[in-house]
């Protein structure tokens, strides 16, 4: 029998009282490996009291005794760094380097938030009128709840979580039902790095869970990572009740590819970017738009490395692509293939009815290249969040770049050639909130805001680095005289 999950609340693993359980599957083998609670709103309250009991002797513990537990978290997620990454593997489908890269990201975040006692400090003026000081410090939200999507189980509450806690936040984190085991094995280690009772809480749900979090009075912020749909309506959910909130949302990634490119270099980043962790990153390149002579150049370049990528098992040596999370996740990606196809798109390579030796049951599907796709046409605008790449033509790197702009999202945007100007031209006008010039993946290091612009993100301030530390504290400006023999100067 499946392990059944747990929550975490008030420094104790708690079964749930939930009366619907969802199973969780490997999605390479189809097997069951966890059935995680849908919890309840009772569940939820019980989670954000025990934060808001834990907040006020939490907040008082000195900045530098906070990241003392930080460091010690950072110490045991080296201890069991493989054994996460399996687990990773085995809920989520990536393969186990993807796994260990993700991770990686998330043990810098712990790092970057360690520097808090620099990072949180205030300003001071003085003088501000003859004998009157003026100075501004920066304190804890309160109670902060992390709301993870299914595509990077370990990372993404990483961009939140090191930082909530060294601001002297305290926290409930919701990881998403269909990739819950990861945050399972984080809390028992964050359990072991012992974190006073209450500070950290592990909730497991859906969508209910998530809107009694949106509602729940004593959490005052809210951090959401998942579709663009969602996060409308967390974004307009919680913000309604005056939360705090940042929502980053779902992407439609174009990369824009001169003649002038390397090409040999801009072939195997390009397909890395599209079929890395089986295209299901919020970064990969989804649309590749060539100028001028580079389609005749690249195309059938990038079809013969597309082709080359070994499909499997992520837990195999020498596999280079995972499954995708679900078989309606399948369904949903073979669906839009052949809408493109039936829209026009002319197939390059077509990765659909691929079968795994070994793993007849997972949800593969293969490395997908569709050529001529139009603008405005279903592929050209819906996130497919699935190994397939559309390819689009045009004539000059102005149109290219129009074309970029014409798009709903704003997640990521990149550029290949060896023009500085072209380059500088593309960066200063793309309306994206990550910009890469020969780089596929435009993931922004820890000690850097990480979000995208227009539907990609609903919020003004970003995760990761000194944003998350401004998101997770207010300021409070203090205006001060002293009466008494030196004021009297005055
Ligand atoms: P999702 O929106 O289905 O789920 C995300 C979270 O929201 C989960 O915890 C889920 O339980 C909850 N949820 C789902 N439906 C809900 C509802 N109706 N009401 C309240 N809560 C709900 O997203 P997903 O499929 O897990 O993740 C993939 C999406 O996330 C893609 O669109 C991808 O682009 C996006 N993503 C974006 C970024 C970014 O930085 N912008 C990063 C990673 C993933």
Redesign the pocket.
Known sequence: MPEKLLNYVAGAWCGSSAVSYLDVHNPATAETVARVPLSTPAEVNQAATAAMNAFDAWRRTPAPARIQYLFKLKALLEAYFDDLCRTITQENGKIVEEAAGELRRAIENVEVACGIPTLMLGDFSEDVARGVDEYMIRQPVGVAAI??????PGM?PF?YLPYALACGNTVVV??????PMTMQKVFQLLDEAGFPKGVVNLIN???????AL?DHPAIAAIT????????R??YARASASGKRVQA????KNPLIILPDADLRLTTSIVIDSAFGNAG????AASLAITVGEADRIFTPALAEAAAARVVGYGLDAGVHMGPV?TAQSRTRITGLIQRGLDEGARPVVDGRGLVVSGHEAGNFVGPTILADVRPGSTLATT?V?GPVLGLMHVDSVEDAIALVNSGEYG?MACIFTGSGAAARKFRYEAQAGNIGINIGVAAPMAFFP???WRS??FGTLH?QGQHAVEFFTQTKVVVERWLGEWARKF
Request: proline share 4%; glycine share 10%.
């Open positions: 709301i993870a999507p299914f595509n990077f993404i961009w919701k990881p998403s039902e269909r990739c749900g859906s969508a209910e869970t998530v809107n949106l959401f990572v998942g579709s663009t749909a969602t996060a309506h967390v980053q949302g779902g992407a299901q990153r919020c970064l999370i996130e969040f997640n990480f979000s995208g990609s993100f995760a």
